[in-house]
C-alpha cells in the first residue's frame, strides 16, 4: 500500500471486489453505541464496518477498512459523545489507529512498542472526554488520549510487577476519584485510585494497595455495576465470584466439558452470563447470599450453588476452528435496556443474541422442571460476509469477468501486476496461466455501457502459459529499475518454478528450478549492488531458501538455502556485497553475493543490530571499519549508544514478523521509482493469502491532469504556444529589456537577439528548461515529422507483437474484419474518460446527460461503483459492493412512478435481476453516491471540475474516437500551416471551430452542474442526507500545487460559502476565528521584509516534536504517515504534506478541541485561508459608502456582510490582515519555509480582499514584498494560463503577480501612490548610496522594474481616468524603470508608448526633456540630462494638453477649465551652466468648450505644433484654432 500514500491525496480509489467475498476471520467486534455500527476486526488485519438498523438489527456490510500489518485485537470507542463517530483499533504489532466510521478515513496512526490485549475507554472525572486505559504485554497500565494516541501517564507497579492480564476502571459510589483494577497474570490484585490530575510529566503512579489470590492467567475481571460489591474473575477453566471489599472467594464455577471460559459480565447484581471457546453464553444465577446486600457474608446455604438457567447457543453449530470474539452489549433505546452478547467467529459469521430477562417467578419453573439441559436461545441475527455476497445478483464485478463463463466463479486470480507504461494488467490465476489485457478497456468493460459490450473477445487478451498450478507472485522489473530489459516479466509459481517471459512476443524465454518449495516472493537488489547482480531478481520460496537469479545470463547467481525458518526480512549491504536474510526466529544469515558463501549466522542483539545498520543510510556507513566485517563494532556501538530502539525492537519482534513480509519493503531503489506519481495505479487485493484477489483502481487526479497537459503542449510549437497564451516570452522580454541600460551598440545587439529569438526556439526553451518540471519543451524542438517518426519507432517498442499495437494503442488487425474494431486509443484520454464517467452524476440534468454521452464521449455505469478513501499513511477504507442491498430496499419500496407503455415493455423483455440492477445504478449516481460521506463527495467533486476545467483548455478534447482521429489529423495539418488553403479547408475549418466552441461549452456545462447546481438537485431528487461537500478541505487546497485543482477548489469554496448564505457564514466564521494564529502586531510591523526574526514569534504554539509532522503541516514537505521514510522527503519537496487532514463535517460547525500540535497547527492554516477567504470575497466593500444609497439598501448590505469584517466590528478583519501580512512578509524559515501553499493562500487572499485588508495592511509593505517574489517572473514562470505545475517558487511568482493586478485595478490610486513615494525614497538613497554605503542594485524596486511597467502599463490600459489624476506620480514610477539610455536614441512614443496616450505628457528628444501635466494645473518639467524636475504653476486648473515646438525652444500648454493656452520658454545660463528658469512668455483666451464635464476628458484636445513658432489647438469636435508665440 506504501504506494499509494505517495503524492497529493486527491486520489480517487475504485474496487472491483470479484464474485468471492473476502475472507474474514474475526478477532474482536465491537457496537457502537447508537447501534448503527458494528464493527468487525479480523485476523488478516482488516476491519468491516456493517451498518445495522437498530430496531431489527439487520446488518449489512458497509465497507473494509485496510491498513493493519497484523490481527486487529482491540476495538474500542473514542469519545462519550453518542453522535461521536470514532473509534480506536489496536493491532498484535503495536499499530494504534484512530478512524471515523463515517468516512472511514484513518485520523491519526501511531505504531507503539506496546502490544495492548485489551482497550478500556473510560471517562475519567476531570477530564473532558474519554481516556484509554490499555493492558497488554508489559508490565505498566498505560492511560492513552484517543485522538492523538499519546500516552498520558502510565500506572505502574512496586510490588510483583508482571503483566497485567485483565483490568476494569470504575468510580466507586458517591466518590469524586477513580479506581483501576489489574490483576497481573501471577494472580496479584492491585489498586491504583486516580484523582484526575495526572499528566504526562509526572511520574509513573504506582498502586495503592496490592495482594495476591490464587488466580492466575485471567481472561478478564468486571466489577458489578449494580452494587459494586461483587468481582467476576473470568480463567479459561473456571469463573469465580470475588468480594470486592477483601478479594475473598465466595463461588467458583468450572468450564464445561471440553470448552474453556472466554468472558463474562453481570446481568444483574445476582445474574451473571458467562460466554465460552465454543461460541455458547451461559446464563448463571449466583447464590442469593452473593447478592444479599444486608449483611454481605451471610452463610452459605447448603448447595446454594450458581444456578445455569438458560443457554445461548446456535442449533446444530459447527465446531468452530478458532476461538470466537465475543462482547457483551447494554443499550438503552427509548427508556428500555436491552442486553445483547455478540459474536462474530472464524467463519466471518456475526450473531445477536438479545437477552432475556428472566423474573424469579420463571426462575423457579426452571429449577423445578428439572431439565436434562438448561433451555437454549438461539441467536436473534445471523450473517455473514459471504452470506451478503451470495444475495447478490448479480455477484459483485472483477477485474476479469470477460473470460468466466455465466455467474460462477471462474478461475481465481492469484497475483496481478500493472504496467503503466504499456497500460497494461498482467494477472496470474489459479490455473497456472497468466493473462495480459488492456488495463482501462477491461475495467470499462466491467463497469460502463458503451459499443465495447457488444464486441466479443474485446479487449484482445495475451495468454502466458508455463506454471503448472497456482502462480503466486509477478514481478516486472523494468517499472522498479530502468536498468532491467523492457521486456522481461518474472512470475513465480506454486510448482517451485520461477519463469521469465518476454512480454511483446508472449514467449516463455527461461524457467529457473532452483527452489524445492512454492514461490512466495520476488524483489529486486538495490541500485548499487555490482553489475552482475543488479541484472539479477532476488526471489523467497517456502522452503526457506532465497536466491538470485541472472535474467539476462539465465542461470542462478546465489542460492541461499540453509535457513531453518521461514525468512521475514532480506537487507542489503551492497558496498559489502552482503545480502542479509532474517528468519522467524530471530537469527540473521549474512551471505556474500559475488561467490555465494554463507559468511556467518548471528542471533540474538547482534543479530537486530545487524538488520538495524542496513537500514541506517548506506552511503553514511559504507567507510571500512562500519562494514559487516566486524559484527562486535555494530554490537559494541549499539550498546555504547545504548540503542535502545534496537533493543526494544529485539524483544517486541514475534509474529508480527511473518505479516511484515508481505509489506516488507525495499529500502533502496524502491523509493527512486516513485518520482513521478502515476495518472492510475492498479493494485492487487487480497484480505487473506487464500483468497483470490480484489483489485483498486488508484486515480491519481493530478498526475493524470499534469499527463493530459503535457500531451497537449508537447504537440504545439513553442510558436503555437505563444499564440495560444501559453507562454509570454517574447512580450515578458520586450518590457525587461527597457529596463536594462542600452548603449546605441547594445540597442543593435538587442536587436540582433530578438531577431534569434524570433527565429529559433532554442534561447526560449533554454529559459523555459528551468520551470518546466516535466521536461515538456524539451520535445517541442521535434518538427512534426520528427514527431512522427518517434512514434512509428516507439510502435516498435511497445507493440505487443501477436496483436500490433502502435505507440497511441490502436490494433492493426491482420484479418480485415477486425479493423471495425481498431478503435485508436490514447491511455490518458481513456484513464480520463473512465474517471470521469465513474464520478459523474448521471440523471441529475438529462440534457447534459446527452451532450455528455453525445459530444464528449462519457459513458454510463451499469453497476454501482465501490468507491475507496484514501487516508494517513495509505490506510484505506473501501466501501463493499453488499451495501447497495440496503438502497434496493429504498427502491422496492417506492416504485417508479413514471411506468409508462413503452418502458414497461421494454423491462419486461430483460432479466428481473438486470432491470434492477439498472435501476439501482441511476439511484446510485444521481443520489446514492452524494450521500456516502463528505470526504467522497469533496474529492469527487474537485476531480470532476478539474478535470473538466483541463478538458475545456484542451483543443478540441472529447472521449469520441472519430472526433479523436479528426483532432489529431487536424493538429497535423496546423502544423504544416498550409498557406494557399482551398475553400473547402476553409470550410472545414469553420467547421472545426464551431465543433470546439460545441466541446468546450459541454465542458463548462460539466464544471457547472457539479461546482454549482449540485446540491439543490440531489434534494430535489429526494435526498434526506446529502452530504456537503467539507469547506476545509477546499480552503487546504486554496493554493493546491496544480493548478486545475486549485481552481476547481477555489470554484467549490466559494460555490459552497455562497449557498451557506449569512447565517451560514457567520457560524463557519465564529467557529474558526478561535483559530486563527494571533501574530504580535511586532511581527508584522516591525521588520523591514528582509530582516530574519527572531523565529518565536511564529506561531502561539510551543512546537513539540510529534512523530516528526510538527512543521507548519501545509509546508513541511513530508509524506503520508508521521516520520515515514526519510526516502520521500527529500525526494519530493512539491508534494507538500497535505496529508489528509480534514476535518469532521462541518454540518453542524462543532469543531472540537485539537488533539496535538500537529492538528493545531493544520487547523490553523485552515482559518487563516478560510477567514481569508470569507473576508475577501464576502467581507464589507468599505470604499462603497461614496455615493449615497438610500438607507434601506444599506441595510440591507450590512446584513449580508459576515460579523467582524464589517466597519464597526473589524477586530476579525485586522486579525485575519495582520496573520495574512505576516505570513507574506515572515522571512523564510525552518517552521515556515520560503514557498509554500500557505505563503500562497495568503498571497492570493491579500490580492482578492485587499479593499477589505487595505485599512490594517502597511501598503507599500505589502506591495513591496509582493514586487519581491515577482522579481525573478520572467526567468521563473510561462504565464498565467500555463497548466503544469511550477516549481514552488514560480508558483508563488504566479500569485504575486496575480495579487499585484488584483490590488492594482482594486485600488489604482493608493498602488500608484505608493509606488511614486517608494520611487523618491530609492532616488533619495541613490544620491547618498556612496555616503550610505548601500547596494541599491538589490533592491526590489531595482529587480522589480520589469514589473512595476507591467503593472503600470495594464493601469493605464484599463484605468485612463485614474491614471490621468496620477500623472506626475506616474512619469516618476515609469521614468525610475526605464533605463535613460533608451530616451537617448528614441521618443518617449516609441520606447514606452502607453504614456504617450495622455496629451498631457511629451518629450523633447533633442533637449531631452519631459513636460507633465498634472490635475492641479502645474507642470512638471524632467530634465533627463540632469536627472531633476522642477514644477511650475502653469493654470489655475487641471492641464489638458502640453507640447513641446519641434526645436524644443517653447513648450505650449492648454486648460479647458481655466479657458487659456500659454507658452513658455525655458532660458539656461550660460552652455547650460547655472539654474534654468522657466517663465511663461505669452497666454492667450480661448472659447470655452460645452459641457466639458460630460465629454471624455482623455479626448478633449490636442496641440500639434504646425511650424516652430505655431501650435494649432485641436479639440474634439473637430474645430481647430492656431496660436503663434
Known sequence: MSSMSAGTNLVVPVVLWGKTAPTHCISCVFLSRDQRTLVTGCYDGQICLWQVDPDTLKMTPRCLLVGHTAPVLCLSKASIVLDNNFIVSSSESGEMCTWDLVDGKCREVVKLPYIHTSIQAYHMCGCDDVRLFCNGYYAEVLVMDPFSLEIVFTLASRVNPDWISALHVLRPAKRKDDVVLGLTTTGTVKVWTLFGQETKNSEPFYENESKQIRCLNALSMTCCAYNQRTVLIVCSKYWQIYDAGDFSVLCSVISPRGERWLGGDFLAADRVVVWSDEGRGYMYKLPANIADSKDFHSKSVENDNPFLYCLLAVPSDKPLSCPPAMRYHVVSRQGKMYKYLIRGDSEGCVLVWNIPEVTNGQLAQIKQEDFAKPPAIPPTVLTSLVKAWAEMKPPPVGILDQLDSGDQPGVRLTASIYLPQQSRLVVGREDGSVIIVPATQTVMLQLLHGKHQQYDDWPPHQLLLGHAGRVNCLLYPHHLHQRYEKSHLVSGGVDFAVCLWDLYSGTLLHRFCVHAGEITQLLVPPNSCSQRIQKCVCSIASDHSVTLLGLTERKCVVLASRHLFPVVTIKWRPLDDFMIVGCSDGTVYVWQMETGHLDRVLHGISAEEVLYACDENPAASSSGDVGLANPAVHF??????????????????????????????????????????????????????????????????????????????????????????????????????????????????????????????????????????????????????????????????????????????????????????????????????????????????????????????????????????????????????????????????????????????????????????????????????????????????????????????????????????????????????????????????????????????????????????????????????????????????????????????????????????????????????????????????????????????????????????????????????????????????????????????????????????????????????????????????????????????????????????????????????????????????????????????????????????????????????????????????????????????????????????????????????????????????????????????????????????????????????????????????????????????????????????????????????????????????????????????????????????????????????????????????????????????????????????????????????????????????????????
Open 636 to 1525: 559494541f556501538r549499539g550498546l555504547r549508544h545504548r540503542n535502545l530502539s534496537a533493543i526494544r525492537h529485539a524483544t517486541q519482534r514475534g509474529l508480527h514478523q511473518l505479516q511484515q513480509l508481505h509489506h516488507a519493503t525495499n529500502p533502496d531503489g524502491s523509493d527512486q521509482q516513485k518520482s513521478r506519481a502515476l495518472p492510475l495505479m492498479i493494485q492487487g487485493l487480497r484480505t487473506n493469502p487464500k483468497d483470490p484477489e480484489s483489485h483498486i483502481l488508484v486515480f491519481d487526479i493530478e498526475a493524470l491532469i499534469v499527463q493530459l497537459l503535457t500531451e497537449e503542449y508537447s504537440t504545439m510549437s513553442p510558436g503555437t504556444l505563444e499564440a495560444q497564451g501559453l507562454i509570454n516570452q517574447a512580450e515578458y522580454q520586450k518590457v525587461a529589456a527597457l529596463t536594462q541600460s542600452a548603449s546605441p551598440d547594445a540597442h543593435k545587439k538587442i536587436a540582433d537577439f530578438f531577431g534569434r529569438v524570433k527565429d529559433k526556439a532554442g534561447d526560449l526553451e533554454r529559459t523555459l528548461k528551468e520551470k518546466d518540471r516535466h521536461g515538456i519543451l524539451a520535445k517541442m524542438k521535434e518538427g512534426a515529422e520528427n514527431v512522427q517518426t518517434k512514434l512509428q519507432a516507439h510502435a516498435e517498442i511497445v507493440g505487443f507483437k501477436p496483436i500490433q499495437v502502435d505507440g497511441k494503442g490502436n490494433e492493426v488487425g491482420d484479418q480485415g474484419g477486425r479493423k471495425v474494431r481498431g478503435l485508436e486509443t490514447n491511455t490518458t484520454m481513456e484513464i480520463a474518460q473512465l474517471l470521469l464517467s465513474l464520478l459523474h452524476a448521471w440523471g441529475m440534468d438529462p440534457d447534459l446527460d446527452r451532450v455528455c454521452e453525445g459530444k464528449l464521449g462519457l459513458l454510463r455505469p451499469m453497476v454501482p461503483v465501490s468507491f475507496g478513501v484514501l487516508s494517513k499513511g495509505g490506510y484505506m477504507s473501501l466501501l463493499l459492493p453488499t451495501w447497495q442491498a440496503k438502497c434496493a430496499n429504498e427502491l422496492d419500496a417506492e416504485k417508479p412512478a413514471n411506468t409508462s407503455g413503452s418502458a414497461n415493455s421494454l423491462e419486461a423483455d430483460l432479466p428481473v435481476e438486470l432491470v434492477r440492477l439498472e435501476r439501482l445504478t441511476r439511484l446510485f449516481t444521481a443520489r446514492t453516491h452524494w450521500e456516502l460521506s463528505t470526504t467522497l463527495t469533496s474529492n469527487h467533486l474537485l476531480a470532476i471540475i478539474a478535470m473538466a476545467n483541463t478538458l475545456m483548455s484542451m483543443n478540441n478534447a472529447t472521449f469520441i474516437p472519430e472526433q479523436e482521429r479528426t483532432r489529431k489529423l487536424h493538429r497535423q495539418s496546423t502544423r504544416t500551416a498550409l498557406n494557399w488553403a482551398t475553400k473547402a479547408e476553409e470550410e472545414n475549418e469553420d467547421l472545426f471551430t464551431a465543433q470546439q466552441a460545441q466541446i468546450k461549452q459541454g465542458w463548462s456545462l460539466l464544471a457547472t452542474l457539479h461546482c454549482v447546481l449540485l446540491p439543490d438537485k440531489v434534494v430535489q431528487a429526494g435526498s434526506k442526507n446529502f452530504k456537503r461537500p467539507q469547506v476545509e478541505m477546499m480552503a487546504r487546497r486554496w493554493q493546491h500545487q496544480c493548478l486545475e485543482v486549485r481552481e476547481a477548489a477555489q470554484a467549490l469554496l466559494l460555490a459552497e460559502l455562497g449557498r451557506l448564505g449569512p447565517k451560514g457564514r457567520k457560524a463557519l466564521v465564529d467557529s474558526w476565528a478561535q483559530f486563527l494564529p494571533s501574530y504580535s502586531s511586532a511581527d508584522t510591523l516591525g521588520f523591514p521584509p528582509g530582516t530574519p526574526q527572531p523565529s518565536s514569534q511564529m506561531l502561539t504554539v510551543p512546537s513539540a516534536q510529534q512523530g516528526g509532522s510538527s512543521q507548519q503541516t501545509l509546508s513541511s514537505g513530508q509524506q503520508g504517515s508521521n516520520g515515514s521514510a526519510p526516502g520521500h522527503q527529500t525526494e519530493q519537496p512539491q508534494h507538500e504534506d497535505e496529508d489528509d487532514d480534514e476535518e469532521e463535517g462541518t454540518e453542524e460547525y462543532c469543531v472540537r478541541k485539537p488533539w496535538s500540535v500537529a492538528e493545531l497547527k493544520r487547523k490553523q492554516t485552515t482559518a487563516v485561508v478560510l477567514l481569508g477567504v470569507i473576508g475577501a470575497e464576502f467581507g464589507q466593500d468599505v470604499s462603497d459608502g461614496s455615493t449615497r444609497r438610500r438607507a434601506s439598501e444599506d441595510q440591507r448590505r450590512k446584513s449580508s456582510v459576515v460579523e467582524g469584517f464589517g466597519i464597526g466590528n473589524n477586530n476579525l478583519a485586522r486579525l485575519t490582515s495582520l496573520a495574512l501580512t505576516h505570513l507574506l512578509l515572515a522571512a523564510p524559515s525552518s517552521r515556515l519555509p520560503a514557498h509554500t501553499p500557505l505563503r500562497r493562500a495568503a498571497i492570493d487572499l491579500i490580492g482578492r480582499g485587499f479593499t477589505v485588508w487595505e485599512p490594517y495592511l502597511d501598503v507599500s509593505k505589502v506591495l513591496l514584498g509582493l514586487l519581491e517574489l515577482c522579481c525573478e517572473a520572467d526567468k521563473l514562470m510561462p504565464s498565467m494560463t500555463y497548466g503544469l505545475p511550477l516549481t514552488p517558487a514560480a508558483d508563488s511568482c504566479r500569485t504575486a503577480r496575480h495579487a499585484l493586478t488584483l490590488i492594482a485595478t482594486a485600488r489604482p490610486a493608493a498602488f500608484i501612490t505608493t509606488m511614486a513615494r517608494e520611487v523618491a525614497r530609492y532616488n533619495t538613497l541613490q544620491q547618498n548610496a556612496q555616503a550610505l554605503n548601500v547596494n541599491l542594485s538589490n533592491s526590489v524596486l531595482h529587480r522589480a522594474k520589469p514589473e512595476i511597467l507591467r503593472g503600470v502599463e495594464l493601469l493605464i490600459d484599463k484605468m485612463q481616468n485614474e491614471m490621468a489624476d496620477l500623472l506626475v506620480e506616474v512619469v516618476d514610477i515609469v521614468l525610475h524603470c526605464l533605463d535613460p539610455g533608451h530616451l537617448k536614441v528614441k521618443g518617449l512614443a516609441e520606447v514606452f508608448p502607453a504614456i504617450c496616450r495622455f496629451n498631457q505628457v511629451s518629450h523633447c528628444p533633442s533637449t531631452r526633456r519631459i513636460a507633465v501635466g498634472a490635475k492641479n494645473g502645474q507642470v512638471a518639467l524632467y530634465e533627463l540630462r540632469s536627472q531633476k524636475c522642477q514644477m511650475i504653476h502653469a493654470h489655475g486648473a487641471a492641464i489638458t494638453a502640453n507640447t513641446f515646438s519641434p526645436d524644443g525652444k517653447y513648450l505650449s500648454t492648454y486648460s479647458c477649465h481655466e479657458n487659456r493656452l500659454s507658452f513658455w520658454q525655458t532660458s539656461t545660463g550660460m552652455f547650460g551652466l547655472g539654474n534654468s528658469q522657466t517663465r511663461c512668455i505669452k497666454s492667450y483666451s480661448t472659447a470655452p468648450i460645452a459641457d466639458v464635464s460630460r465629454l471624455n476628458p482623455m479626448r478633449l484636445a490636442r496641440l500639434i505644433w504646425i511650424n516652430n513658432r505655431t501650435v494649432s489647438l485641436m479639440l474634439a469636435d473637430g474645430s481647430e484654432t492656431r496660436f503663434n508665440v
